[in-house]
């Protein structure tokens, strides 16, 4: 097993580091769960999972995901990101958010810039102390657009806040995600 081979391999080395069993974690974008399946294999009864997506389906794939392997400590929203707000209301230790669209369903269905944006905003508010946001960011979906946006956003974060950094996968062809790691500073 390679740490170090894409940006899901690289997250789960962070929710290594950064979950502990009674973390309240949020996936801003279950997709078919396998982040949130990933991230409930840190928590005991104590830690939480909040996830979002916008697509009916990928809310149930989640929810029967985690129901089979009887985790309950979830709640599943069937909303925007942008939206995290309206459904939260305490701290965030970790936050994931695999940007794009879902593989093998519907492309036209894909993040985008401006409520991306708004949610990583948001989650930041939201954050702990030594709290961690892992984003991974696809170039070749939409001509790396939501990247760059998402880039720029990020550098301009006050350093005394946050730390911030990016990894590229710099000897792999074809575009390789990036990733984008945020820690919440003492
Ligand atoms: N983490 C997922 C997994 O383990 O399968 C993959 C996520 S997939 C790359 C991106 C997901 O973001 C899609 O399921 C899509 O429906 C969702 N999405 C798009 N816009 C969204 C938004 N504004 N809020 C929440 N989810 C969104």
């Known amino acids: 097993m390679n740490d170090f081979n894409n940006v899901n391999s690289v997250i789960k080395v962070i929710i290594g580091l950064k979950v502990k069993e009674n973390s309240i974690v949020l996936d801003s974008t279950v997709g078919n769960g396998n982040d949130t399946e990933y991230l409930s294999s840190y928590l005991s009864s104590k830690g939480f ?3 979002f997506d916008i697509q ?3 809310i149930e794939a989640t929810r029967a995901r985690l129901s ?3 985790f309950e400590n979830f709640q599943l929203f069937l909303d925007g990101h942008e939206n995290i707000d ?3 209301n305490r701290e965030i ?3 994931v958010y695999n940007l794009g669209y879902l593989p093998k369903a519907d492309h036209t269905i894909t993040t985008k810039s401006e409520t991306t944006i708004q949610s990583i905003s948001k ?3 939201m954050l702990s102390i030594g709290g961690c946001i892992c984003i ?3 170039i070749s979906h939409d001509g790396g657009v939501e990247y760059r946006d998402v880039k720029n956003f990020l550098k301009s974060v006050n350093q005394q806040n946050f730390n ?3 990894i590229d996968f710099i000897n792999q062809k074809n575009f390789p995600a990036h990733l984008f790691i945020i820690e919440k500073r003492n």
């Open 68 to 70: 089979s392997i009887g």
């Open 49 to 51: 999972i909040y996830g």
């Open 136 to 138: 991974a960011s696809y």
């Open 56 to 58: 009916q389906s990928a």
């Open 123 to 125: 989650a930041m508010d």
């Open 164 to 166: 911030i950094a990016e």
């Open 86 to 88: 309206k459904y939260i």
């Open 93 to 95: 230790d970790f936050a």
